[in-house]
């Protein structure tokens, strides 16, 4: 019964949008579900019916008779219970939402979701471009959705305009070189399913260009236009605290985004810690070697691979850490030169979660990281970070659900977490690893304090209501004197509320855990059992992992 409930469950919210539906499921048809009329779906939302479903869906997992689960099934059936009575707690705040946003937002998402959907079958290639034809309808809810906020007072800053129509239109410029149609050019010589005539395939692209022209870049600039004329109507640049229910807001994106319940305060103590820490690690380290930072300057001038052969290294090196996978086939690509300044030096696309492949690995070689942080992302992204958890789970065959309702705290502070160990394991390539060691440990320690300090600002921003001049203060105290650096990260933080806490505190979740198991295994400790188990729960919200761990 739980089981055909948990299918039910995501066969409802599979299909929410096509996208949804096609990342996840290369064969719907083979669960026996029929695909909708391709669409985007709709930015607009009902927060009462929202809150019904949910409080619905809560009452039938108490339902169940919890001691006659087996323990996979009590477990999922925690972290839906969670996760729904979480979502029940938004209610009216939903109205502080944001759907765009210069980094994170569905304006700049968007493309990249179309550039890089997969084409298996003439029908995938019919239903990205009905896509094209939905993009204007979805843009126009956006807008009927700002125009709510402007009138209740909550639009985002002129300034978060001026970044957002800064893309819009640096999307519409050059309407006849837009950089979809070389992908779609790309992807359709690719295809070979049955594979396109050289006629066809230009047919094809001159029917793409038109829509793009007709479709896309109309509703690009519809937005923008409409973004304009609100112009004025927000609050000046400031963050979650200064909105009615704004702290509230906040809270449930610690929750239901970083998979955290503890309070705030709890959290700011245990970040002030952790910052204290590496501070004293990174001066005890200096003071045993002075000359730490100058090798550190070498080491990335010694790790001379290529991100072929990081990946290649990088399975054998964790061994002694991390269970063994079997089979854990990727493919590395190199992401479009036209997408090269939107994008993060290197990102992991999961697979669909019925063909479980193609793990893809894409690399931004604009050239804007040194080798030691390529190292250490090749490491958050690829092994033991985001693409050895995802395999390492479906070997398990976890039910559907747990791929849909998952915890980005899990995801992310897991590969934060195995990111430490990447750094660890580079110096140990290095001309002389017993001195790189250190070196490279400072490296992380000086990532780590970053990665802090903007956790705090984040609190600081949305929970205490900080201002630019309070946040310039704080980052002096840390030596960062640049005015324009530091409204550079004010501004970033404002716009995008919780995100880097769920790296980091997902990562001091996962370091506290370990410690916690130490101590209470003493030298029964195993660091690999440990990792497995964490990887055999999966992605889960923090109470939920901590019950199971025990």
């Not at 809150?51 to 919890?66: D, G, N, P, V, W």
């Not at 050289?198 to 094809?204: I, N, P």
């Not at 001195?435 to 490296?443: E, G, I, P, T």
Request: proline share 5%; charged share 25%; net charge neutral.
């Amino acid at each position: 019964r739980f089981q055909t409930f948990t299918e039910k469950l995501f066969r409802s919210e599979v299909c929410s949008n096509t996208l949804t539906l096609h990342y996840t499921l290369a064969h719907p048809e083979k669960k026996g579900i029929r695909k909708p009329e391709a669409t985007l779906g709709t930015a607009l939302s009902d927060p009462a019916k929202t809150t019904s479903l949910c409080q619905e869906y809560e009452k039938e997992l108490k339902s169940f008779a919890y001691s006659k689960l087996s323990e996979e099934n009590r477990l999922t059936c925690d972290m839906l219970l969670l996760y729904f009575h979480t979502r029940a707690s938004l209610g009216k705040n939903s109205a502080l939402d944001e759907p765009l946003g210069p980094g994170l937002g569905v304006q700049a998402q968007l493309p990249i979701l179309l550039a890089e959907y997969t084409f298996r079958t003439k029908e995938d290639i019919s239903d990205y471009l009905k896509l094209l034809s939905t993009v204007r309808p979805y843009f126009q809810s956006i807008i009927k959705l700002e125009k709510q906020k402007s009138q209740s007072g909550l639009f985002m800053s002129d300034t978060t305009l001026d970044r957002i129509l800064k893309q819009c239109h640096s999307f519409v410029a050059n309407p006849d070189s837009n950089y979809m149609d070389d992908i779609f050019a790309q992807k359709l010589k690719a295809f070979s399913n049955p594979a396109f005539s050289s006629e066809d395939q230009k047919k094809l692209c001159t029917y793409h260009h038109k829509l793009i022209l007709t479709e896309v870049i109309p509703a690009y600039q519809e937005l923008a236009d409409s973004l304009e004329s609100l112009r004025g109507t927000g609050k000046s640049s400031r963050g979650l605290a200064f909105f009615e229910g704004g702290r509230e807001y906040y809270l449930y994106l610690l929750q239901s985004q970083t998979g955290t319940y503890v309070p705030v305060g709890q959290i700011e103590k245990r970040l002030s810690a952790q910052l204290l820490s590496d501070y004293r690690e990174i001066s005890s380290l200096l003071k045993q070697n002075s000359s730490l930072i100058d090798r550190l300057n070498q080491c990335s001038g010694e790790l001379t691979l290529t991100p072929t052969q990081m990946l290649e290294k990088l399975p054998e090196l964790m061994k002694k850490d991390f269970p063994e996978l079997k089979d854990a086939s990727y493919e590395l690509r190199t992401v479009h030169p036209s997408m090269k300044k939107f994008l993060s030096p290197a990102f992991y696309l999961t697979p669909p979660v019925d063909t479980r492949t193609p793990n893809v690995i894409y690399i931004n070689d604009s050239g804007r990281t040194s080798s030691l942080e390529l190292f250490g992302t090749l490491a958050h992204e690829g092994f033991p970070g985001h693409l050895y958890q995802t395999v390492s789970f479906a070997e398990n065959n976890p039910s559907n659900i747990r791929y849909l309702v998952t915890s980005s705290g899990y995801v992310e502070g897991w590969a934060t977490y195995v990111e430490s160990y990447g750094y660890e394991y580079a110096a140990s390539l290095m001309k002389d690893p017993d001195s790189a060691k250190n070196a490279v440990r400072l490296a992380w320690l000086n990532r780590s304090m970053n990665l802090c300090i903007y956790s705090l600002i984040d609190i600081g921003i949305h929970y205490r209501g900080w201002d630019a001049a309070r946040t310039a203060v704080f980052l002096k105290a840390f030596g960062i004197n640049n005015a324009s650096t530091a409204a550079e990260i004010y501004q970033y933080i404002v716009e995008t509320p919780g995100n880097y806490l769920k790296y980091y505190w997902g990562y001091l979740n996962f370091l506290d855990l370990k410690t916690v198991c130490q101590k209470r295994l003493g030298d029964d400790f195993d660091l690999k059992e440990f990792h497995r188990r964490i990887l055999d729960i999966g992605p889960v919200q923090f109470p939920v992992l901590e019950k199971y761990m025990k």
